[in-house]
């Protein structure tokens, strides 16, 4: 008990002492007498006097302050080594303790993951979770999005992903922006590192530069889908050089958004190594440059066909296969497709079945290329249906082969609609088969807009001409010739070419319609037939399409 003060008076005749007790203690204070003190007056000095003072309190026993500085230095020595050994409780472990503490942890999540079948090789120096716990919980979210462990063995870092911090913000911005979760799966296995992106920093920047290539609202989600990738590059790098260029050669300004939506990859593409490249060897076919701007507009896909690896075989391939070098540029001009295609084994399967067909020699194969270079996809069966078509209209097989070289689109028309033009032309044209071999083309026009109108009006003047002289020409034309004092009748020649001011020529439209075939089954569409160009005199025009099919 700890005595907060005392003191004390000597007079001859008494001592008096006076002290306070703790507040819980309740005793009296009291006087004692000089008689019941020891106190040698004589052997010790005025105020030498040696106190000793015993009081009770509170059950215990106090001593006076004299007896309290009796406490020895090993008594205080075992006080203060107690008071340290309780404090230690405490303390913070040294940095050693640390480091094996972690080490510990990360070989606890390592033989998680190894008895899971991730492979951890890749996340040494990587942050994890310190419990398997949270590790456990981080592979269950990825499973829940479709991921694999396979696919997360192809990119093991995503596990040093958090689920609150990361993954959950990234996912949620992604759906507001309209990415439809069905796609998830296959966008994570594409671009895994989206997870770890910032939301404010990294993905919302690129949104924004693309909103601004004129890609629509709408349209931005599915070019997310189609190329996630796109959510890695830097604004001011591939991306900006790559759509600076394709401006450069011609492509249209306001193209650029549907060309983007169709085909986003090419945001990837450097122009030194690819895009450049590319289009200089389509000028060396003959193409001219904006006539291949107007290509990129419409098939941008082709600049994801391999210049070495696809292009350049490809159109070595045609050659071998007689197609002349003069030809190349149209052929690819109307079937752009054609360089991306595993064209060696399509030409050689085609030559050999028409050559079983009809009889067709390599040199007609490559006549046929030239004017209609579909004809490497188009199926057997069509083929076969069509063939017979003509043969049933009188036709030999010789005869069949003329016509097929002449005007290979007789092979992709609708059947239906030759049946009806082949009837008009038997009963009311009245005009021997000749005519449709020396001009097969005639299956190729519509019926109603161009060949009753027509020949009517030749009907009623009593004209007699051929079927090329007849159609193979534009409305106008036909009206000149219908308004002349005398006509003559062979100054149709008809010779096929493709003319390139067609595709070159300015466009009127100030805006750009265009949609997404994002459902398409694979990249390279079906063949989109174009016919050939006949010389009328002197004037070119395109023969008009008319439900060509390729079944």
Request: a neutral charge; hydrophobic letters at 40%.
């Amino acid at each position: 008990m700890k005595i907060v003060s005392h003191a004390g008076i000597t007079k001859p005749s008494f001592l008096l002492v006076h002290y306070e007790l703790p507040a819980l203690t309740f005793h009296k204070s009291h006087l004692t007498s000089t008689s019941s003190l020891c106190i040698s007056s004589y052997n010790e000095k005025r105020y030498g006097l040696m106190l000793r003072l015993h009081c009770s309190a509170a059950g215990r026993t106090l001593s006076s302050r004299s007896s309290n500085l009796r406490l020895s230095k090993e008594d205080k020595v075992n006080t203060k080594r107690d008071q340290v050994s309780s404090a230690s409780l405490y303390t913070h472990p040294s940095l050693l303790q640390m480091k094996n503490e972690r080490i510990a942890n990360r070989t606890r999540v390592y033989e998680f993951l190894r008895s899971i079948g991730v492979v951890p090789d890749e996340l040494d120096g990587l942050e994890l979770p310190v419990t398997v716990e949270v590790m456990h919980e981080r592979v269950d979210f990825l499973h829940k999005l479709g991921l694999t462990i396979e696919d997360i063995n192809n990119y093991p870092l995503v596990l040093g992903c958090s689920v609150k911090k990361n993954m959950i913000p990234v996912l949620d911005y992604l759906g507001k922006l309209g990415v439809r979760k069905s796609t998830f799966t296959d966008f994570l296995r594409r671009y895994p590192q989206v997870l770890h992106a910032s939301v404010v920093v990294d993905l919302a920047p690129v949104v924004k530069y693309l909103q601004g290539m004129d890609i629509k609202p709408n349209d931005v989600p599915r070019v997310l889908e189609k190329y996630p990738e796109v959510l890695g590059f830097k604004l001011e790098g591939t991306m900006s050089t790559s759509v600076a260029y394709l401006i450069g050669i011609g492509v249209a300004r306001r193209e650029i958004g549907g060309l983007l939506t169709k085909y986003p990859e090419i945001l990837g593409m450097r122009v030194g190594r690819v895009i450049k490249h590319f289009v200089e060897y389509l000028e060396s076919l003959g193409i001219p440059r904006l006539a291949v701007a107007r290509l990129i507009e419409k098939q941008p896909y082709i600049l994801g066909f391999g210049l070495e690896e696809k292009v350049k075989p490809n159109i070595k391939s045609l050659l071998e296969y007689h197609v002349r070098q003069t030809s190349l540029a149209a052929v690819v001009v109307q079937y752009p497709e054609i360089i991306g295609l595993d064209l060696e084994t399509k030409l050689l399967n085609q030559q050999g079945f028409l050559n079983s067909i009809i009889g067709l020699v390599p040199d007609e194969f490559g006549r046929i290329v030239e004017k209609m270079p579909q004809i490497v996809s188009l199926s057997d069966m069509a083929i076969v249906n069509h063939v017979d078509f003509l043969k049933e209209c009188g036709f030999s097989s010789e005869q069949v082969k003329k016509m097929v070289v002449g005007c290979p689109q007789l092979l992709a028309l609708n059947i239906d609609i030759m049946k009806r033009s082949y009837d008009y032309f038997k009963t009311t044209m009245d005009r021997p088969l000749d005519d449709l071999i020396m001009f097969p083309a005639f299956f190729t026009y519509s019926l109603e807009s161009t060949i009753k109108p027509r020949h009517k009006m030749v009907a009623k003047k009593g004209v007699k001409c051929s079927l090329a002289w007849l159609l193979n020409c534009s409305d106008e034309k036909f009206e000149e010739r219908m308004n002349y004092d005398s006509m003559d009748i062979e100054e149709m020649e008809m010779e096929s070419s493709f003319d390139f001011n067609t595709l070159m020529e300015p466009r009127n439209d100030e805006s750009s319609d265009y949609e997404d075939n994002s459902d398409a089954d694979a990249r390279i569409p079906p063949p989109s037939f174009l016919v050939p160009v006949i010389s009328c005199s002197k004037l070119s025009i395109a023969l008009p399409s008319r439900n060509i099919c390729c079944s």
